[in-house]
C-alpha cells in the first residue's frame, strides 16, 4: 500500500510513502502520520490513497506513525484544504497546521481510564458460592452490580481497598468487563463560560421568530446545500431562532457548528448557548472552541468531535474546521464582524469559508446579523442567498431613539474642545439620579490620541512606525498602539523644548476622567484592552455591571458586542467621526454598523433606551440612516456608491503589501513586479499602485502595496500565485497576499 503525504515541513509538496502492513489498519485519509522527510521525522497528512501509475517504487521510503486513530482531517476538511490553498493564494501546509489545532499535532496527553461493569449475570446462590471461594472477588462482583454506570477501576479498588489482581481474576473469568475510555477534561465543564449565564427557560416565539424558524427548517430539510441570510434588528431574538434550527438538526441526527467573532467578548452568548442546549438534550454535549482552553482541553473537545461523541461546537473563527461528524448546519453569528478574518496567514475568512465547508457538506448556512456586510445582502438581492427579516424587538420593545448631537455647537458653546456635551452630561445624571445604568462608547483606547507642540507643530511618532504615539494618563506614557513601543511622555516639546504642549483626540481614559468629574459620586469602570489585560477582568466587570454595583461603563466597541442588559437605559457614543474618516472605502459601512450595534445595547429592559450619538458632522449619510436604523436605505445608497466606483461587493479585492528594510530597493521591486503583472494579466486584474502603504513603516519595515480589482477572483489568484512563484524577489522583501481584506489599514 502506497500513501501520499502532505508533510508539515514548510513545503508545498505531496510525497509518497509506503504504509508497512502493521499500520494498514489504522492509515486513512486523512490521517496524521509521522514520515522520515530528509533526515528527519515530520508531521504530515495523508492526502491521497494509492500512487500515480507507473510510480517508480523502488527506494520508496516508510511511513513510521500514525498519531491518532480517527483522521486528522475529513474528507471534506481535505478539501476545503485544497479550495482555501487556492483561493487564499497560501501554502497546502501551512493550512492544514491551521486546520489540525496544536494539541492534536503533538498527540501527546490523551489521558484514559479503564472502568468496570458487570459481565455477566449471577444468581443469588451463585454469588454465595462465589463469596466462600474469593470474598474479595465477591465483593467487588457486589460492589459493581449496585452500580447503574461503569466504575473507574482505579477508585473502586481503592474504596474497597483491594489490589488490582481481585478485578482482574473477574475479569479473566468473563463475570466483569473492563473497557477502557478517554477521560474528558474541562471542554464541556469549563465554567469560564457560565458566569454571565442567563435563564436558560426558552421564550415563547413571536410571530416573525416562527415565520423565520419555520422557512429556515424547511430548507435544512432538503439536505442540500444553501444558505440563508437572517437580517434581525438588535433585539429581535435571532438567537432564538438559532436554538431552535440547532435544536431540529440535533433531533434529527445532524452535526451543527455555530460560530461567534470572539469568544471571550460573547461570553453571554455562549452560556446561553450552552446551557439551552444541554438543557434541550442533555446527550448532547456542547464542546466550547476558545482561545483560554488549555491543551489538553482543546485535544479532548476535538477528539469528543473526531469521535462523533459531540455533535455540536461553540467557537470563534478557528472552529470552522472543527471535525463535526454528518454536519447539517453552520450558524454565523454576527456574520459582518471582521474579526471573522484572520489577520496572519493563511487570511482566511471564517465566514467565507464556513459558506464552502456547507456547500462541501451539502449543509445549510445560516448566517445572521442587524447590520449584513454588504457582501452578504448584495448576495442576498441577486437571489444567491435567502433573505430572512425579523423587524419587530421581542415583546414589542421600542427601538431607542437615536439624538445626534452636532459638537461643532458645543464647541462654540464651550469656548473650545470640549468631551462631553450639554445633553449627554444631562442625561448621565438623570440616569444616575434613577439609578438606571449608562454605556459610554469611544472607539479609541488610552487618553487621547495625539501628542502636538502648538509652537512648532511637533506630533511626537514612534521611531519604529510611522504613526503618533497615543497618551495614557494613568501612567504618563506614551505608546506606540502598533508595536507597543512607549516612552514617559515628555513634559516640554521634544523638538523646540517648547511647554506648550496640547493632547489632540479623545481615547477611553480621558472620557473616563471626563465622566468622574461630572459623576463624582458614581461607580464607573473603564473596558478596553489596557483595563482588560488581566484574565478575567472582562468577566469580572460585567458580572458587577449585572448586578448593579457599576452605575457607568466606558470603554472601546469590544464591548459593545452582543450584550444585554435590560437596566442600561443611556448609550452614548462620543466620537461617531473616528471610524467615519479612516482611508478605506468600506468607512460608512463600519460607521453605520457601529452606531447600529451600540445603539442596540440601550433599551433591552421595559424601559425604552435613549442613544446619544455626538459627532462634527451631523449631516453624513451613515449617521443619518442610523437615526431610524434604516439599514435598507443605507445599503441601497451605499451599494450605489460601491457599484459605481466598482468597489466590492461588485469586484473582489486582492491587496499585496511588500515589506523591506531599504525603502528604494522596496519601490523598484515593486514596480518591476505590477509591469509584469499588467502585462502579463491585462484585462483580468485592474491595478492601483504601488504605493507606500497608507502607514509607511511598522517595526522598522517599510511597506509598499499594491491593489488589484478584479470580477474573476478564482481564475486571477492561479495565475498572480504562479507569477509569483516565478519572479526573482530579493531575499529582504518579504510580499504577503490577502484575498478580500477586511481592513485596507
Ligand atoms: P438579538 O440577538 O436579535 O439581538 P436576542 O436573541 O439576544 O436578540 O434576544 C434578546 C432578548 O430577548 C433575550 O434576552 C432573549 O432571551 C429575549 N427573547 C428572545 N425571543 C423572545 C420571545 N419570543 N419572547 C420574549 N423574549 C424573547
Ligand atoms: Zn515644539
Ligand atoms: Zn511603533
Not at 486513512?28 to 501509475?53: E, F, I, Q, T, Y
Not at 479585492?653 to 515589506?659: A, M, N, T, V
Amino acid at each position: 500500500m502506497i500513501v501520499g503525504v502532505h508533510p508539515l515541513a514548510g513545503f508545498d509538496k505531496l510525497l509518497h510513502y509506503r504504509v508497512p502492513d502493521s499500520l494498514r489498519a489504522s492509515v486513512h485519509l486523512g490521517s496524521l502520520v509521522r514520515v522520515p522527510v530528509l533526515n528527519a521525522l515530520r508531521l504530515g497528512v495523508v492526502g491521497d490513497l494509492g500512487a500515480p501509475k507507473d510510480f517508480p517504487l523502488d527506494r520508496l521510503k516508510s511511513v513510521a506513525q500514525v498519531v491518532h486513530p480517527f483522521p486528522a482531517l475529513t474528507p471534506d476538511l481535505l478539501k476545503l484544504a485544497r479550495w482555501m490553498s487556492v483561493y487564499y493564494a497560501a501554502s497546502l501546509d501551512g493550512i492544514i497546521e491551521t486546520m489540525i489545532p496544536a494539541a492534536v499535532r503533538s498527540g501527546a496527553g490523551i489521558k484514559e481510564q479503564k472502568l468496570l461493569s458487570i459481565a455477566q449475570k449471577l444468581k443469588d446462590e451463585e454469588v454465595e458460592l462465589l463469596a466462600k471461594r474469593a470474598p474479595q472477588q465477591a465483593r467487588l462482583y457486589r460492589f459493581l452490580a449496585q452500580q447503574y454506570r461503569p466504575q473507574n477501576k482505579g477508585l473502586v479498588a481503592k474504596r474497597l481497598q483491594q489490589t488490582a489482581a481481585v478485578a482482574n481474576a473477574l475479569i479473566k473469568h468473563g463475570l466483569v468487563r473492563e473497557e477502557t475510555r478517554r477521560v474528558l477534561r474541562e471542554a464541556y465543564t469549563d465554567d469560564w463560560s457560565k458566569g454571565e449565564l442567563v435563564a436558560a427557560k426558552p421564550p415563547k416565539l413571536n410571530a416573525e421568530q416562527l415565520a423565520a424558524v419555520s422557512a429556515i427548517e424547511r430548507e435544512v430539510g432538503h439536505a442540500r446545500f444553501g444558505v440563508t441570510l437572517l437580517h434581525g434588528i438588535t433585539g429581535s431574538g435571532k438567537t432564538e431562532v438559532y436554538l431552535h434550527a440547532i435544536d431540529t438538526v440535533l433531533k434529527a441526527g445532524g452535526g451543527v457548528m455555530f460560530l461567534v467573532p470572539e469568544v471571550a467578548l460573547t461570553p453571554q452568548t455562549v452560556a446561553r448557548l450552552r446551557s439551552r442546549l444541554e438543557s434541550i438534550a442533555p446527550d448532547h454535549k456542547c464542546v466550547v472552541w476558545h482561545s483560554h482552553l488549555s491543551e489538553g482541553e482543546r485535544l479532548d473537545g476535538w477528539l469528543a468531535l473526531a469521535a462523533g461523541e459531540a455533535r455540536v461546537v461553540v467557537g470563534a473563527r478557528s472552529a470552522v474546521f472543527a471535525p463535526v461528524h454528518n454536519l447539517k448546519l453552520i450558524v454565523v453569528d454576527e456574520e459582518h464582524e471582521p474579526a471573522y478574518k484572520q489577520d496572519e496567514t493563511p487570511r482566511y475568512h471564517g465566514r467565507d469559508v464556513a459558506v464552502y465547508r456547507a456547500k462541501l457538506n451539502g449543509a445549510h448556512c445560516l448566517l445572521g446579523s442587524a447590520t449584513p456586510s454588504l457582501e452578504s445582502y448584495a448576495n442576498a438581492l441577486a437571489g444567491k442567498y435567502s433573505l430572512l427579516k425579523l423587524k419587530l424587538r421581542v415583546d414589542d420593545r421600542k427601538l431607542p431613539h437615536i439624538d445626534v448631537v452636532d459638537m461643532r455647537v458645543e464647541v462654540m458653546r464651550a469656548r473650545g474642545m470640549t468631551t462631553l456635551s450639554q445633553r449627554l452630561v444631562h442625561a448621565m445624571q438623570d440616569r444616575f439620579d434613577k439609578r438606571e445604568q449608562t454605556i459610554l462608547f469611544i472607539n479609541r483606547r488610552g487618553y487621547s490620541s495625539s501628542m502636538l507642540c502648538t509652537d512648532c507643530g511637533h506630533v511626537e511618532e514612534c521611531g519604529h512606525c510611522s504613526i503618533s504615539m497615543t497618551y495614557h494618563r494613568a501612567d504618563e506614557m506614551l505608546r506606540c498602539h502598533l508595536c507597543g513601543d512607549e516612552r514617559i511622555a515628555p513634559v516640554s516639546c521634544p523638538k523646540c523644548r517648547s511647554p506648550k504642549i496640547r493632547w489632540r483626540g479623545l481615547g477611553t481614559q480621558r472620557v473616563e476622567e471626563a465622566v468622574r468629574r461630572v459623576l463624582p459620586r458614581a461607580r464607573i469602570e473603564r473596558m478596553d484592552t489596557d483595563a482588560m489585560s488581566r484574565k478575567n477582568k472582562f468577566r469580572e466587570i460585567l458580572g458587577q455591571f449585572r448586578t448593579g454595583k457599576i452605575d457607568l461603563l466606558v470603554g472601546t466597541q469590544m464591548i459593545g458586542k452582543g450584550l444585554d442588559f435590560p437596566n442600561v437605559t443611556l448609550v452614548g457614543l462620543i466620537d461617531a467621526d473616528i471610524s467615519m474618516h479612516i482611508p478605506d472605502f468600506r468607512a460608512n459601512e463600519r460607521t453605520f454598523q457601529l452606531l447600529v450595534q451600540v445603539a442596540g445595547r440601550a433599551g433591552r429592559g421595559d424601559r425604552a433606551g435613549e442613544v446619544i450619538v455626538q459627532t462634527f458632522t451631523p449631516q453624513a449619510e451613515p449617521i443619518q440612516f442610523s437615526r431610524h436604523a434604516d439599514y435598507e436605505g443605507f445599503s441601497a445608497a451605499e451599494l450605489k456608491l460601491r457599484k459605481d466606483f466598482h468597489y466590492p461587493p461588485y469586484r473582489h479585492l486582492i491587496h499585496h503589501l511588500f515589506r523591506g528594510p531599504n525603502p528604494e530597493k522596496l519601490k523598484f521591486f515593486a514596480e518591476q513586479w505590477a509591469k509584469l503583472v499588467e502585462k502579463e494579466m491585462g484585462d483580468q486584474v485592474e491595478l492601483r499602485g504601488p504605493s507606500p502603504s497608507p502607514i509607511e513603516k511598522i517595526k522598522d519595515a517599510y511597506r509598499w502595496q499594491l491593489w488589484y480589482f478584479t470580477r474573476n477572483v478564482t481564475k486571477a489568484i492561479p495565475v498572480l500565485t504562479r507569477l509569483r512563484n516565478e519572479f526573482a524577489w530579493p531575499d529582504d522583501i518579504i510580499q504577503v497576499i490577502d484575498v478580500d481584506p477586511v481592513s485596507l489599514m
